[in-house]
């Protein structure tokens, strides 16, 4: 991504490892960039020209999937165990010994709703190159991190922050002296296990400590001997990712591009700019110059079927709680977008004493949650995806 920036004139290198972002002189050409920062629970999207950013979203995707199945899945088995004699399997039935490239049903369903979206797009803009990530590091460049030359001057230090994330993963993001979690907010560093001149840039010589366990090695309370063996495990994430990529390819062609994770980090700390979906979206999107848009499209996937699976919870006693919420509660379903005093709203909870929880996707509530049915007005019925354009910028990493 950072050659595509020099290639098509957004940067320069100022000194051996820093670029600096250009703005374009000239015409606006009519190359839109979408970029997709794809995730488990937030989707980033940010469409852009080299000069402006024409569309900007986050979407929040549904988290209550998993708990479902495993309560569909809970179900299943009691029903199967009451007054049932044991009897052998007939044939093998499960789906993940008979397919190869079988996902996780949520996994699958992230995935339609990064596909999805991107479909919705590319009907509305003419979008003429989509940009996802391919993973945090790049596994074919790990092999040759010590470059010579001119590419050394130019790609050394992007090369080592690749070999940093992949010796991250390998880690497991934690301290291989006391086992502390980065991911828990411990600071970590990458240590060379004999100098950077002698041994190199090569995973095999580096190894994550944490700030402590790294100060006690200076002071010689430890000795480090070898960096842990094996690859970085694929994490889920990176599956999701890769088979959205496949997905992408197989349905978008070449106008598919890939970056990596580490390039996006470096690119962002360049231009200063807060990590969120949409920020990191704009950046993989690869127009740092482009205005940014003071507006979003903030959008939440809902289920929309109240279905017996979601009042799963035993009663004292061991008597199931019946079904009982209605489809409509005073006319209104739930999502249902509403008009109080000309702002729309959405209803995230109904009563039947009339009182609704009535919210906007940045967050606000109405009146504490508690506004009479009576005031409201229908603006839609509830889609499984609910959508609203917020002026603020929301603050979902
Ligand atoms: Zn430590
Ligand atoms: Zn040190």
């Known amino acids: 991504m950072v050659r595509r920036w020099i290639k098509t004139g957004q940067a320069h290198w100022i000194g051996r490892d820093t670029i600096q972002f250009d703005r374009p002189i000239g015409s606006e050409t009519q190359e839109l960039t979408l970029g997709i920062n794809a995730g488990y629970k937030i989707i980033g999207a940010s469409v852009t020209s080299e000069t402006q950013e024409y569309y900007a979203s986050e979407t929040n995707l549904r988290t209550d999937i998993v708990k479902n199945l495993s309560t569909k899945r809970q179900y299943r088995r009691s029903r199967r165990n009451h007054k049932t004699r044991y009897r052998q399997a007939r044939f093998d039935n499960r789906v993940k010994s008979k397919h190869k490239g079988w996902l996780a049903s949520s996994i699958e369903v992230k995935i339609d709703n990064h596909v999805q979206l991107i479909r919705k797009l590319i009907k509305k803009l003419p979008i003429t190159n989509i940009i996802v990530e391919a993973g945090q590091f790049d ?7 010590d470059i010579t030359g001119k590419e050394y001057q130019e790609g050394n230090q992007l090369g080592f922050a690749n070999v940093r994330e992949y010796v991250l993963a390998r880690d497991h993001h934690k301290c291989q002296h006391c086992k502390a979690d980065g991911l828990k907010g411990i600071k970590l560093h990458v240590r060379h296990l004999v100098s950077r001149k002698v041994g190199g840039n090569r995973p095999d010589n580096l190894i994550i400590l944490c700030e402590n366990c790294h100060a006690a090695y200076h002071r010689g309370e430890f000795e480090l001997k070898k960096a842990p063996k094996g690859y970085a495990p694929a994490s889920a994430m990176s599956i999701m990712r890769s088979t959205l990529l496949d997905r992408l390819i197989n349905e978008f062609g070449d106008k598919v591009e890939t970056t990596f994770g580490y390039l996006v980090k470096e690119a962002r700390l360049t231009i200063d700019l807060p990590k969120t979906s949409m ?7 690869g127009n740092l110059m482009a205005d940014r848009l003071d507006f979003q499209e903030l959008r939440k996937h809902v289920r929309c079927h109240n279905r017996q699976l979601h009042k799963a919870k035993f009663l004292k006693g061991g008597i199931r709680k019946a079904n009982q919420a209605p489809r409509e509660v005073h006319g209104f379903r739930l999502f249902d977008k509403v008009q109080v005093e000309n702002k729309n709203w959405f209803v995230f909870g109904r009563r039947t004493s ?20 009576k005031k409201i007005k229908l603006v ?3 889609n499984s995806v609910i959508t609203q354009y917020a002026t603020i910028a929301p603050t979902g990493a």
């Open 139 to 145: 596994i074919q460049n790990l092999k040759n991190p």
């Open 279 to 285: 920020t990191d979206a704009f950046v993989i999107a």
């Open 354 to 373: 009339g009182y609704f929880d009535l919210r906007s996707l940045t967050g606000e509530k109405l009146n504490k949650g508690s506004y009479s049915a």
């Open 380 to 382: 839609h019925r509830a």
